[in-house]
């Protein structure tokens, strides 16, 4: 049978010849395929919802703090009470934008008030996924000055990822004066507590306005903030995770190590099922063996006697499929200095953790990343099985001391070089 559908081109009557109509080709079948992929993708279907290197040269210059253009919004938004703050719902009055072109190179860079982007319908970025994003944070001291933490990491792993999807390379330290700017427009906008901080969102975009699968001829580099509390709604009590083999993040060859919003965004379905079986977040395992790789969206620690009796701090190796993260880097830099116990970069697979957790070698366990810091793990469920991670008094030891260390820098109580004054 021929499943094509008509549809008349003309005035004329429907009993016309097939020239004068339009045929689709099986579209039922393209409808089933996007309803499918809408539903892996969290997005609202028709009834069915869910329930529970690139070759690319830097040819031209990049663009250049001196050359900002500043216009400054004339309407200020209320500043909002930072004790009822959501993760990113809440923006600052103004942002940066920087446009480049294939032909024209890195545009001069603008700081302008807060508002809606303008794309072409076949843009890159919302077919193909041409896109990335960052995390970082200003904070404001006791002496009311405000820093960034470590942002040059923050541009090292944007500029990687950024050659991964086949975006312009820039110069990283122009961005992070760029956006310096940005937050003293915005100063205001950075919470005056020592438990709240100002979210900056760096995103780049492949604007290309084609359907063709390339790279793009056209691309948008932008930045947001949002001022922020806890990301948790929990705060700072354990959180639980759903570990199965049945979805994964990320493979080796992929992109699991680039700050990708595909990356995230696949991620959803499975955060939803984990609810479903009563857990906050997903510990997301790789291989037949169900190696360890990340607790949702943080890098994961486990501290514990290994196998040899030597007390250690373990975290998954940087092989591709892990994000290399600015607070992981940090911890792993802080506790070697300090000599007090062996810290490895290894594999770990659900059965060391399970035997360990029987032979009473498991001290503590916990994620770590920009928005959370430090956050403790206080139970898995895996094949059926709840997994008690010890949690002292909610904040476990180790992760307590830790977050003093780190927070102590980020706010400026503890003097170090990785703390950058805007």
């Not at 503590?364 to 010890?390: D, K, W």
């Amino acid at each position: 049978m021929l499943e094509c559908l008509l549809y008349n081109t003309s005035s004329k009557p429907l009993s016309l010849t097939l020239s004068d109509k339009v045929c689709l080709f099986r579209p039922m079948l393209n409808m089933n395929c996007m309803s499918k992929s809408a539903e892996r993708a969290c997005l609202p279907g028709s009834g069915n919802d869910v329930s529970s290197r690139n070759g690319m040269e830097d040819s031209v210059h990049s663009f250049k703090a001196a050359d900002l253009v500043i216009e400054l919004s004339q309407t200020h938004k209320a500043k909002p009470d930072l004790t009822n703050l959501v993760f990113g719902t809440v923006f600052s009055d103004h942002m940066l934008t920087i446009e480049w072109t294939s032909n024209g190179g890195w545009q001069k860079p603008h700081i302008k008030p807060f508002g809606n982007l303008s794309l072409h319908p076949a843009c890159s970025a919302m077919h193909y996924a041409v896109q990335l994003f960052e995390g970082m944070k200003a904070y404001r001291d006791a002496d009311d000055k405000v820093r960034l933490f470590r942002p040059m990491l923050n541009m090292n792993r944007m500029a990687n990822s950024a050659e991964r999807a086949c975006l312009p390379a820039f110069d990283r330290a122009e961005l992070v004066e760029c956006i310096r700017r940005l937050v003293q427009v915005d100063l205001e906008w950075v919470p005056k507590s020592d438990s709240a901080s100002l979210y900056i969102r760096p995103t780049f975009l492949g604007t290309e306005p084609s359907l063709g699968v390339k790279k793009p001829s056209r691309a948008l580099l932008y930045v947001i903030l949002s001022p922020v509390g806890s990301y948790f709604s929990t705060g700072a009590k354990p959180v639980s995770l759903w570990a199965d083999s049945k979805y994964i993040r990320a493979w080796r060859g992929g992109t699991g190590d680039c700050k990708m919003g595909g990356n995230y965004g696949a991620s959803i379905y499975a955060q939803y099922e984990a609810a479903d079986y009563g857990c906050q977040q997903v510990l997301w395992l790789y291989g037949d063996d169900h190696q360890i790789t990340e607790v949702g969206t943080m890098n994961m620690f486990l501290f514990w006697n290994n196998e040899n009796g030597e007390e250690e701090l373990a975290t998954p190796p940087l092989d591709g499929i892990i994000l290399p993260g600015i607070t992981r880097q940090s911890i792993l830099e802080l506790t070697r200095k300090w000599g007090e116990f062996k810290v490895c970069e290894r594999y770990l697979t659900m059965a060391d953790l399970r035997c360990a957790l029987k032979e009473g070698r498991v001290k503590e366990m916990f994620g770590s990343g920009t928005a959370c810091v430090v956050s403790p793990v206080g139970r898995i469920l895996y094949q059926g099985e709840n997994l008690h991670i010890p949690c002292q008094d909610d904040f476990p030891q180790l992760a307590s001391r830790l977050m003093k260390e780190l927070t102590d820098i980020q706010y400026g109580r503890t003097q170090s070089d990785w703390s950058v004054l805007v």
